[in-house]
Antibody, heavy 122, light 105 residues
Framework: QVQLKESGPGLVQPSQTLSLTCTVSGFSLTSYSVHWVRQHSGKSLEWMGRMWSDGDTSYNSAFTSRLSISRDTSKSQVFLKMNSLQTEDTGTYYC????????????????WGPGTMVTVSS | IQMTQSPSLLSASVGDRVTLSCKAGQNINNYLAWYQQKLGEAPKLLIYNANSLQTGIPSRFSGSGSGTDYTLTISSLQPEDVATYFCQQYNSWTTFGSGTKLEIK
């Protein structure tokens, strides 16, 4: 069955770089896009970026200068790297699968990982 | 595109018909999804394309609307529906609403 799972450090120091991994199973990264979404505690959801099935990427302009998304299809993993972290980057980070495969305008998400909590603090 | 949800908090009784609203800052052409998020869990897709029910979701959930105004309706509220509900537009990139927290009275 389709599964996604985020992993990474729970604590990051201010100004450092966050590295997260999304490991997927039950589908191919060459067929489906994977998105990264974050949520500040108890608050709304913020789309960060997307790894398309063809290997291209798209980013929320709020993060463009410090966010990078990549993948390793042989390991079924998608990576998020974000530098210059500040306390306001504290939150839960999710990876989620785009519901429809391939290139299409339907950016809704049918499967989500459980999320990984990241705290930015010295 | 700004997405505004109302109310932010809603209390209702078991068996009530419940309506949650989501208003977009511009026409989003029915490119709207609804998610349910229970405490400590990831969001769960309920509705896509404004009115299509995701597989496995109970039929008491339904979506409607057009243009800038959209609604999620629960026809008969159940205790397990306690959650925060988010709308998401995907007409232009994607953005989420601020959520409606649904409680049992």
């Amino acid at each position: 069955q389709v599964q996604l799972k985020e992993s990474g450090p729970g604590l990051v120091q201010p100004s450092q770089t966050l590295s997260l991994t999304c490991t997927v199973s039950g589908f191919s990264l060459t067929s489906y896009s994977v998105h990264w979404v974050r949520q500040h505690s108890g608050k709304s959801l913020e789309w960060m970026g997307r790894m398309w099935s063809d290997g291209d990427t798209s980013y929320n302009s709020a993060f463009t200068s410090r966010l990078s998304i990549s993948r390793d299809t042989s390991k079924s993993q998608v990576f998020l790297k974000m530098n210059s972290l500040q306390t306001e980057d504290t939150g839960t980070y999710y990876c989620a699968r785009n519901a429809l495969p391939g290139y299409n305008p339907y950016w809704y998400f049918d499967f989500w990982g459980p999320g990984t909590m990241v705290t930015v603090s010295s | 595109i700004q997405m505004t949800q109302s109310p932010s908090l809603l209390s209702a009784s078991v068996g009530d018909r419940v309506t949650l609203s989501c208003k977009a800052g511009q026409n989003i052409n029915n490119y709207l999804a609804w998610y349910q998020q229970k405490l400590g869990e990831a969001p769960k897709l309920l509705i896509y394309n404004a009115n299509s029910l995701q597989t496995g979701i109970p039929s008491r959930f339904s979506g409607s609307g057009s243009g800038t105004d959209y609604t999620l309706t629960i026809s008969s509220l159940q205790p397990e529906d306690v959650a925060t509900y988010f709308c998401q537009q995907y007409n232009s990139w994607t953005t989420f609403g601020s959520g409606t927290k649904l409680e049992i009275k």
